[in-house]
């Protein structure tokens, strides 16, 4: 199974930007995804990164996954949040 590739939900929040620091200094990592609402985080927890081709960034809402093929959708989709009429 490949670990080098990582899906935060609350990447925006101050723990959730510590993990994306984390993750994105170590060059083994091949990409980090966000999946943040923003209601209460910030882009500057993870400013530093958004230049990276290996930092993927996703607005929605958790509580649009009612299955798991949502959740995979939303990692897979940039646009899914919208698809689900949450934005």
Request: overall charge positive; proline content about 2%.
């Amino acid at each position: 199974m490949d670990r080098s590739s990582y899906f935060i939900v609350g990447g925006a929040g101050f723990i959730g930007g510590r993990f994306v620091d984390f993750l994105m200094a170590d060059a083994n990592t091949k990409a980090v995804t966000t999946y943040d609402s923003f209601s209460s985080g910030s882009e500057w927890h993870f400013a530093a990164h958004i230049a990276s081709p290996r930092f993927i960034r996703r607005l929605g809402w958790t509580n649009t996954f009612s299955s798991g093929e949502a959740l995979r959708s939303a990692m897979l989709d940039p646009i899914a949040g919208e698809r689900a009429g949450r934005l």
